[in-house]
């Protein structure tokens, strides 16, 4: 993830401080034009939740990492998108993001524009049999 300035961790903490004081207007008012999907690892499994997925909307996934194992949900569809992770408490911005880490019975929150349709695979480095998808709609075809 690139930072700017020789101070990486100073910009990093005020973004997420502006944010935390931020979110909660900010998740009400993003409320109705986010698009959420929601996918649990279990059992050495991707278990996805999503609705019909629309381009160029606001999208968020809530990845839950259940098992007593630690994952990774990693995924080329952020790649050259500016990507929120929000993971144990801190925010991070990213244009190369390839997905997040996650230990045993944690979560993490990614956040970016979908601009690519299509079928998007997401795969476990560590385990890489555990693998799922997420479908996206063009918007013409909604
Ligand atoms: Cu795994």
């Known amino acids: ?15 997420a401080l502006t944010l935390a004081v931020g979110w909660e207007q900010g998740g009400l008012l993003f409320a109705e034009s986010e698009q959420v999907v929601e996918v649990t690892i279990k059992d050495f499994k991707f278990v996805t939740r999503q609705g019909t997925l629309r381009l160029g909307f606001p999208t968020v996934i809530k990845v839950r990492n259940e098992d007593a194992e630690r994952h990774d949900f990693g995924s080329t569809m952020f790649e050259g998108l500016p990507t929120q992770v929000e993971k144990d408490g801190v925010i991070v911005y990213g244009r190369s993001v390839g997905g997040v880490f996650l230990d045993p019975k944690r979560d993490a929150v990614l956040r ?8 998007h695979e997401f795969r476990c480095s560590i385990h890489p049999n555990m693998t799922g998808e997420l479908l996206l709609l063009g918007a013409e075809a909604v």
């Open 112 to 119: 970016f524009d979908m601009s690519r349709p299509g079928r």
């Open 1 to 15: 993830m690139a930072m700017q300035g020789n101070r990486p961790w100073m910009w990093c903490l005020m973004l």
